[in-house]
């Protein structure tokens, strides 16, 4: 037998045996886990009746889907839908999808999701690289969908434009009403409150600004004003006792104290996001007189703002009375700089060195070379805070990610939030069925509700406590404000100057350090 003719197998080679072991686990017991979010009424009377009927909503639909199972219902009130900030049930959504308990969201429309078109792209994304796909009833959207995106970024502009036009038609709603004179703001001063959309005279309050007025046309400065309320532990607003002398130079200049108003002293920009800046001649402003019982005479008004006047006590505006005001420090001893004219040109100036060279060797420096520094560091942060910023950010949540992993406290309080989620979803199951009656889950579902937000509310605090003093908040404001921010500046942005920076550091009449408001510290030539 020729051995080199032989076909098959041999000792030497055996053949390949397979084997196949059957699953035991049951595919089609494996059901998607699916959330539906809403945004619910804001009055209080609704909002359980509202929050119900989203309940029983998504209960029915997800029922009918052997495929899915109901994980919660995520809701907010329907308050500005322009940001996703100050969404609480938005972010413990996502903060859910990151920790694997969700596969599907189901949602209304895109305008209910975010009707900022840069942050409904933004979260999809995020959802899509953890797998959770996003369900838009109304557009019937899919982000599932490889096509969906596109279709998404679409509808969220329409979204967003439909925002911005019920913006201005309130803005322009409140200019006819100012117009005639009937628009009351919703933010009454202090001495007042707001009843039936009328400013009445709240009497506590009331008292100490008649004080006010009477000790400052006494002779009084508005620095012993407010020392003098606070020593004496009169609360300003909110039991507050801080009174500060800019706070007494406000009241002064109050027109509504006299009984009159003044409309359109600030106004919110027209285009995202909605910055609300000081109004210096952009728009008409409306002096309404005897709109409102006055709280102090109009002659001791009068002769109170005469009294600012030649006293010099100026009112500083939101970031001081100018952008550099109380800002810049003296490297050489620590002193604040004060603002001098030479010549018609305004310089800074160290107040020891002002007061005696001999005590501080520091000069002065230019205000305009301060102002051109910052528009210089602002456009080179707008063009490099990917590789500057970012990389701090992402640092600083992957420390508080670790952190709060490692909290025994943060996971016993998410272990009783989850359990009460649970109850909370039992008893929607139960009522969506007839098998409870209203009464009782009004009553056990408040109950719920109240041990929920006592969690979230220890939770929260303990977040804060391990946040590094707030760094990744405030890292996480500026990355924003450069996104949004303009994407040049030719010179000083009062605004963005005071959001962006928290101090300046003087080296001398050639170099300065900006520090940011969140500790990093950039140097820049005059």
């Known amino acids: 037998m020729n051995l080199l003719n032989i076909q098959g197998t041999s000792a030497l080679t055996p053949q390949r045996e397979i084997i196949r072991i059957k699953s035991t686990a049951d595919e089609s017991n494996v059901k998607l886990r699916v959330a539906g979010y809403a945004r619910v009424s804001s009055d209080s009377a609704d909002q359980l009746n509202s929050f119900s009927a989203q309940v029983n909503y998504y209960q029915r639909l997800i029922e009918k889907n052997s495929a899915w199972e109901l994980t919660e219902i995520y809701a907010d009130e329907a308050v500005s839908g322009v940001s996703t900030e100050k969404r609480d049930d938005f972010g413990r959504m996502l903060s859910d999808c990151k920790k694997g308990k969700i596969d599907r969201i189901i949602t209304k429309s895109t305008s209910r999701f975010a009707r900022n078109t840069l942050d409904a792209i933004r979260v999809i994304r995020e959802l899509k690289e953890m797998g959770v796909t996003v369900y838009f009833e109304k557009e019937n959207l899919d982000t599932a969908s490889l096509t969906s995106e596109n279709l998404l970024t679409l509808y969220s502009l329409f979204a967003q434009e439909e925002s911005m036009s019920i913006s201005k038609n309130c803005k322009k709603g409140n200019r006819m009403r100012m117009e005639k004179g009937t628009y009351v703001s919703s933010n009454p001063p202090y001495g007042y409150r707001l009843v039936n959309n009328q400013l009445e005279i709240y009497e506590p309050e009331a008292e100490v600004v008649r004080r006010i007025f009477a000790e400052y046309l006494a002779g009084n400065s508005t620095l012993r004003i407010a020392q003098g309320l606070i020593e004496e ?262 605004a963005l100057f005071g959001e962006l920076v928290e101090n300046i550091i003087a080296h001398d009449t050639q170099t300065v350090d900006f520090a940011l408001r969140n500790g990093l510290v950039l140097t820049e030539r005059l």
């Open 233 to 494: 532990g009169v609360p300003f607003r909110d039991d507050r006792k801080n009174w500060r002398y800019q706070s007494i130079s406000l009241i002064l200049k109050n027109e509504r104290y006299a009984g009159d108003m003044l409309l359109q002293k600030s106004f919110s920009e027209d285009e995202l996001p909605y910055r609300k800046r000081k109004n210096k001649g952009e728009l008409p402003q409306y002096y309404v007189k005897r709109t409102h019982e006055p709280i102090v005479e109009r002659i001791q008004f009068e002769l109170a703002n005469i009294l600012l006047k030649e006293r010099g006590e100026h009112v500083p505006g939101k970031y001081g009375e100018y952008p550099l005001s109380r800002k810049i420090k003296c490297r050489e001893c620590g002193t604040t700089y004060r603002r001098k004219i030479t010549n018609r040109i305004p310089y800074w100036v160290c107040r020891r060195h002002d007061g005696s060279k001999a005590d501080c060797q520091s000069q002065r420096i230019s205000e305009e070379a301060v102002y051109r520094a910052f528009a210089r560091l602002y456009n080179k942060l707008k063009k490099s805070y990917s590789t500057i910023l970012l990389p701090m950010l992402n640092q600083l949540e992957k420390l508080q990610e670790l952190q709060t992993r490692n909290n025994p406290e943060i996971s016993t309080i998410n272990k009783q939030i989850a359990e009460l989620s649970e109850q909370n979803h039992v008893m929607n199951g139960l009522l969506s069925k007839g098998i409870l009656d209203s009464a009782l889950f009004i009553s056990q579902t408040d109950e719920l509700n109240r041990k929920l937000r006592t969690l979230k509310v220890a939770k929260a605090r303990i977040l804060e406590e391990q946040e590094s003093d707030g760094l990744l908040d405030t890292t996480t404001d500026l990355v924003e404000l450069l996104e949004n921010g303009p994407d040049r500046i030719g010179g000083m942005e009062e």
